[in-house]
């Protein structure tokens, strides 16, 4: 088994409420609208959150009574309600609503039988809830407190969740889907702020730390305690076989920074702490995964510094027989399903330089994209593709079921 990751970080939202009481809602890069069947986002700061004593369901309201994914499903954003779409066809269907106005992270278990949030009840106050759509049971995972719980992530078998805590609580706690046995699992310093990403099979808790310049990937072994810390590294997907994490980032070639291309692509063993580098520092990286088989791999790739668009590449799990997939210029985010390689894509309007703040003499070139912006599935062996969705705005996506 293999999972992929979204890449984020609860860093700059966990920064713009640890100074002040009063944050304002800030509008999420995971939003759909414009085009059919998506629902037009509503104008951002129109609402303000419900207060910290409403029910549950004042926050997170279901909008179907019961629901179960038909195959491989793809889960979007938009308007802040979560929409499900089908691989194998059919029309969206809107699942759950979140309350406008208030700043909230979501997450899928695997299979699609849960959904966690963490919402802001309250300026700078958050509560874990949980969404079971096919029993249509909605309720509270954490108890009201004065702390900021942030990023919940599911664990490898799907019965407890992690979520990372602020500065008056730093650290990441785990509670089981049925509200039962929270504790405090990773005890930190604040800064830097420590955001969980995943746990792998082996029990290695995956986090992301980071308060000012790169940030770290850490390994944690909530076992033994062990820790390994791998500057400038971010997780893209886990397989249970050992090397097992794909990560991107790391200092391109010359330099000890990595901000803030990410540049080359490695592989981890959690074990030993061993790596393999699997692509170099003079290439950019737009996320990487496993096929379902945990044996080849895709990443979306391009050449640093230069205004080539990045292109889907296959490999083996040392790197080798690379191929590139035709007709995927534009790609970033692969993410491999049973059904091939579903990629986010839009058109490159130009590319703007940022300088690295850490080191005068070094720059990258980032595209500006616009809009339409399209998730599509490729075969990985003929090149034959179709668009799964379009849309005006940029979105993420998340898979379950499949």
């Not at 951002?44 to 994914?69: D, I, K, N, Y």
């Not at 076992?223 to 200092?251: C, I, M, V």
């Not at 080849?296 to 510094?305: G, M, T, W, Y």
Request: hydrophobic content about 40%.
């Amino acid at each position: 088994m293999r999972r992929s990751f979204v890449r984020r970080s609860a860093l700059a939202l966990v920064l713009a409420l640890a100074s002040s009481a009063c944050a304002e809602s800030q509008t999420q890069d995971t939003s759909i609208g414009g085009r059919t069947p998506f629902p037009t986002a509503s104008a951002p700061g129109a609402a303000q959150p419900p207060t910290a004593a409403q029910e549950v369901t004042a926050f997170v309201r279901p909008l179907v009574s019961s629901w179960r994914p038909k195959g491989t499903t793809v889960v979007t954003m938009a308007a802040d309600k979560l929409i499900a779409t089908s691989l194998d066809g059919g029309s969206s269907t809107e699942l759950v609503e979140l309350v406008h106005g208030a700043e909230w992270e979501w997450s899928m278990r695997h299979d699609g039988g849960a959904f966690v949030a963490a919402v802001e009840m309250a300026s700078g106050i958050t509560r874990v809830a949980i969404w079971e759509p096919a029993a249509g049971v909605v309720r509270w995972l954490t108890a009201d407190g004065p702390f900021f719980q942030f990023s919940p992530v599911w664990s490898h078998d799907g019965q407890a969740i992690y979520f990372g805590g602020r500065c008056d609580q730093p650290g990441v706690s785990r509670v089981r889907a049925d509200g039962t046995g929270l504790q405090q699992v990773l005890t930190t310093r604040c800064p830097p702020i420590t955001t969980p990403v995943a746990e792998s099979a082996g029990g290695t808790l995956y986090v992301q730390e980071g308060w000012e310049g790169p940030e770290v990937l850490g390994l944690r072994d909530l076992t033994s305690g062990q820790k390994r810390n791998f500057p400038g590294w971010h997780l893209d997907a886990l397989r249970e076989r050992q090397p097992g994490a794909l990560a991107q980032g790391g200092p391109p070639v010359g330099s000890s920074q990595s901000w803030p291309a990410p540049t080359g692509l490695t592989l981890f063993d959690e074990r030993t702490g061993g790596r393999t580098d699997l692509l170099g520092g003079l290439t950019e990286v737009g996320g990487a995964d496993w096929d379902p088989t945990g044996t080849r791999i895709v990443a979306a790739i391009r050449p640093r510094r230069t205004r080539e668009s990045p292109v889907l590449a296959t490999m083996d799990e040392r790197g080798g027989a690379r191929r590139l997939i035709n007709g995927t210029s534009g790609a970033s985010r692969p993410t491999w399903v049973r059904e091939g390689i579903l990629y986010l894509w839009a058109e490159i309007e130009d590319w703007e330089r940022w300088d690295n703040p850490y080191a005068s003499d070094e720059f990258d070139l980032f595209p500006i994209l616009r809009p339409p912006f399209e998730l599509r599935l490729v075969n990985p062996d003929t090149g034959a593709s179709r668009v799964i969705l379009r849309s005006d705005t940029k979105f993420g996506f998340a898979v379950v079921g499949g």
